[in-house]
């Protein structure tokens, strides 16, 4: 059963991974994997990460205090591009804080306010034209803040986890430098015209495994509430691993 899960992830993160770089125009923002830890008691500890052929992301989230919750998460991303289009690349840092609680039996609810700086790159290579005119090389990047809410809800096993995610959050684009003309418009004045938006991102998590060590999928998506055609990537996925467990304070004998 879990060759053949494995050997389906593969060929989806494939199927992925050929429909970002057959999509030749410059992408400002790739919505990220996810935190959603679904905490339910102090001193507990989720490490953890997702992977894929053009991403990798590293998650961590604990409880210092019983219903505080505590999340950090990085993330990069290369989409490399084939012949004349474009390649892009993301680096994105996050943190958050919020609270948590178990409503009933097994089914748990978060909620975090979060806090991203990032930066983005995107460059086209040097080419010779149909007329064999010499193209040179371009590029543009930026730097762009994501601050918003998330709110996480789902079942939690002792073996496993199905929850979702949905945050919404205000993205802000500033430091902006380079000059890339793409389609005949100049992609400095395209993103100093939109750099301030708001995105909605569900995503939908399923962990399964042994109580302290968890295999992971994960699916995220964005819409962009303020510019509905804005250049961007609207989804991702990954698979990985999470490691779970509990400081236990030891007693002191009397």
Known sequence: MWAGTFKLLQRLSMVVMVVFALSCTPKYYFPTMHNVPLITERNEIQAGGYFTFTDASANLAGSPLKHLGLQVNMNKIISMAFGRG???????????IGFYTMVHKEFVIES???????????AISAYYDDNNTYIPGSSISTSFRKNGAQLNFGFK???????????ITQLNFYNIQGALTYGGQNQ???LSENNKLWLLEPAFTYRIGGEHVQFNVQCSTSKN????????AFLRWGMGMTFNFVI???????
Do not use: H, M, W
Not at 86 to 96: D, H, I, N, Y
Not at 112 to 122: E, F, R, T
Not at 158 to 167: A, Q
């Open 188 to 190: 400095f004045e395209y």
């Open 225 to 232: 509430l303020t510019k509905a055609d804005f250049r961007q």
């Open 86 to 96: 474009v390649t892009s690349v993301q680096s994105l840092s996050e943190a958050g």
């Open 112 to 122: 975090y306010l979060v806090s991203a700086i990032g930066n983005s790159k995107n």
């Open 248 to 254: 236990k304070k030891k007693k002191l004998p009397e």
């Open 157 to 167: 096993y002792p073996t496993g986890i199905i929850g979702i995610g949905l945050k």
